[in-house]
């Protein structure tokens, strides 16, 4: 079963409520008075943040200059309606959001800027002697200078699917100075865990503050009957603190990790979210979702990542523009590497799961 984007046609009545509420929350007051504001949909206390970090609350001066300007580029693919509050904002609209990445290891581990979407684009490398099997995947901003911030490829002689993250193109090395990240996943190919490139726990240092931390979980439901629906994802992140920052998931053993407390409903300093359920249209055959035009093929990849409690704010969203092309916006609290990891999830074969 493929996702469709919802056809320009369909966009007209169905989405006015949808594009108010994609748009800054900040300029919407009745919005906060019906739901929480995104920063409270993730907040979940956790531990105050260490000296370490605190350099990475500069983070945010690099989203501003584009949080004028991100409002409109979340509009430009929905203008259709022409209504005349929108626009004032068209004299804007030309320049791409303006995301500075100076520190490129810092930037993909940190949560996007509140109120801005950061868009990319995802290519699938095949050319090669393996790369058939063993595609290269690479994420660049989706903007005029195309700025290149990570890649990903499968690992090769590993049991189950792990994939090595790198903030260089041409090493995906786990030895590496540039290995940044992993994916890796279990037997069944349904569940995957998203690891930064800290130590193993059996190398820990003594306050344990070299270990690896999870940074998310994915997991899809089996659909072993064969029943053809489309794709269920849960997806399972760390909490945020009242500073806006990832409270650290770092497991001393395989019970502790992100997927084992999911599964046992200890959800402490854990948030849980799904995909944006499609909806089935007659007039296609098929199931849409309103990508707003950033998604312009039908696939089973084609998804939208959302809290339960506010379904208008695409925490993330991804899909398919060519053949080997897709689209990856991710909001706060995503970092550029949990979201790259979580549509490299969605390449891999699960038979169990189409």
């Known amino acids: 079963v493929t996702v ?41 206390g956790g531990d105050p943040p260490k000296e370490k970090k605190s350099k990475k609350k500069a983070a945010p001066p690099k989203g501003d200059e584009s949080e004028e300007e991100t409002p409109e580029t979340l509009q430009k693919n929905s203008n259709k309606k022409g209504k005349a509050k929108k626009s004032k904002k068209k004299e804007e609209r030309p320049p791409s959001p303006v995301i500075e990445v100076e520190n490129l290891e810092e930037f993909v581990l940190q949560p996007a800027p509140q109120g801005v979407t950061v868009k990319c684009r ?19 901003l989706d903007n005029d200078k195309k700025v290149f911030l990570l890649a990903g490829r499968k690992r090769k002689k590993s049991k189950t699917s792990n994939y090595l993250i790198s903030i260089d193109p041409t090493d995906l090395s786990r030895g590496g100075e540039n290995f940044i990240g992993k994916l890796r996943s279990n037997l069944m190919g349904t569940r995957f865990t998203v690891f930064d490139n800290g130590a ?19 997991v899809y439901e089996t659909n072993v009957l064969g029943f053809k629906g489309p794709r269920k994802m849960t997806v399972i ?23 084992m407390r999911w599964q046992n409903r200890n959800m402490d300093n854990v948030i849980e979210l799904h995909n944006k359920a499609p909806v089935w249209n ?25 809290h339960s409690s506010d379904p208008d704010y695409i925490v993330m969203q991804f ?23 979580i549509a490299l999830s969605s390449f891999d074969g699960k038979l169990a799961c189409e």
């Open 4 to 44: 469709s984007p919802m056809s320009p046609v369909s966009l007209t009545a169905a989405t006015s409520s949808d594009e108010e509420d994609d748009s800054d929350s900040s300029t919407k007051p009745i919005r906060s008075e019906k739901k929480k504001s995104p920063a409270s949909l993730f907040q979940t």
């Open 122 to 140: 995802v290519t699938r490398d095949k050319k090669g002697m393996d790369r058939g099997l063993y595609p290269t995947y690479y994420l660049h």
């Open 200 to 218: 193993n726990p059996d190398r820990a240092n003594a306050d344990w503050s070299n270990v690896r931390q999870e940074l998310s979980a994915v």
């Open 237 to 259: 992140i760390p909490g945020m603190n009242a500073d806006c920052e990832r409270v650290p998931i770092r497991p001393r053993n395989d019970n502790d990790g992100l997927l």
């Open 282 to 306: 007659d007039e296609t055959q098929s199931y849409v979702l309103n990508f707003h035009g950033r998604v312009t093929h039908a696939s089973v990849k084609n998804f939208q990542i959302v």
């Open 319 to 341: 899909g398919r523009v060519a053949d080997d092309a897709f689209t990856m916006d991710y909001n706060y609290p995503l970092c550029a590497v949990q979201a790259f990891a």
